[in-house]
């Protein structure tokens, strides 16, 4: 297979020449999915009239610049943040199954934010800041009850079920003792939703997730690496401790700023790597082509979120849920047959 040379930062980067096309192929489709969502509402607008009223032009403006386009670029970067943090679960445990949604870093997401909500009465700083402790205790709990068995494969995967059954149960027993208020917006919240959210939600997000990715971009090839076994891995100098630990900061810091202000978004995260990696044909699950299909899978099913009961607009975790179980079902099968 041809392999394109890059060179970032003064290193050379090698990248195989099908993953590069379809990295363009699936940021047009990106591209694409962000203009029907700004075209798409009560009223439709034409390709033409969204560029203009992105310039500023038309009576459009506010309906497309401060009511659609924060909710698109949501879809965009959060699905490019889900796929990553995905990514980067399946590549550390080495398992299709090893994604933040499965084991239960969402749950510990969504426990920190219930934690804000309730106790702390805190904006987007203290959501944000409560999801990632409250998913980084899970993952930590995760590791410990697995470290008998090192931090990979099925044991991580099926405790990370049983970690998250617990925490789902605590969530519950949380939002049951709330005020009523707080207890519908909740419940509400744990749909998983881009409804409602305005530009003064996403600028603290939106950083937290450029620098975590930009992270990653540059610790990519080291991941890559690790992916290939301990013993290759070792051979080539990388260590895994370290790497191991950033690898986890940066997929709970995905998830858990996703989930402080739209929720927990299941299975885009599961589902996004795989198609990935088998469009790529990859032997790993690459980063690039996990993040784009995931930024086009969030879109997509937005998109179909507020058409299937227009004008009436569902949660998009209500789509990814019914969409993700099939493809859990069968993701499930597979992996009985395998052993």
């Not at 510990?108 to 980084?136: K, P, Q, R």
């Not at 450029?210 to 070792?234: F, I, K």
Request: charged share 10%; net charge positive; with cysteine.
């Amino acid at each position: 297979m041809s392999v394109v040379v890059l060179r970032a930062a003064g290193r050379a980067v090698r990248v195989e020449r099908r993953t590069l096309v379809l990295s363009a192929a699936l940021a047009a489709m990106m591209l694409g999915a962000g203009l029907l969502g700004l075209c798409y509402g009560a009223s439709w607008a034409t390709p033409g009239e969204v560029l203009a009223a992105l310039g500023g032009q038309g009576e459009s403006v506010v309906v497309i610049r401060d009511w659609r386009l924060p909710r698109v670029l949501a879809g965009m970067v959060f699905g490019l943040a889900l796929g990553v943090a995905g990514a980067i679960f399946q590549n550390l445990t080495r398992n299709p199954m090893g994604s933040p949604d499965v084991i239960g870093l969402d749950a510990g997401a969504y426990t920190g934010a219930l934690v804000a909500l309730t106790v702390f009465s805190g904006g987007s700083v203290v959501l944000a800041t409560s999801s990632v402790i409250g998913g980084l205790v899970v993952a930590a709990m995760i590791y410990l009850l697995s470290s008998g068995g090192g931090l990979s494969g099925l044991r991580l995967v099926v405790i990370g079920i049983a970690v998250s059954a617990i925490v789902t149960a605590f969530n519950s027993w949380i939002v049951l003792r709330a005020e009523l208020e707080v207890a519908i917006a909740a419940v509400g919240w744990n749909a998983g939703s881009l409804n409602g959210v305005d530009w003064a939600d996403l600028p603290v997000p939106f950083a937290i997730i450029a620098v975590l990715l930009a992270l990653m971009a540059a610790w990519s090839h080291t991941m890559h690496q690790a992916a290939l076994g301990e013993a290759v891995a070792s051979a080539t100098g990388v260590g895994l401790g370290r790497l191991r630990l950033l690898m986890v900061l940066v997929g709970v810091g995905c998830t858990a700023t996703v989930t402080s202000v739209a929720g927990p978004i299941v299975f885009i995260a599961l589902a996004a790597p795989q198609i990935g990696r088998r469009l790529a044909g990859a032997a790993g699950v690459p980063l690039l082509p996990a993040a784009l299909t995931g930024a086009v899978l969030l879109q997509g099913a937005d998109l179909a979120a507020q058409m299937l009961l227009a004008p009436e607009s569902l949660p998009v975790g209500v789509v990814t849920t019914a969409i993700g179980g099939c493809y859990l079902i069968w993701l499930l099968a597979k992996e009985v047959r395998r052993t």
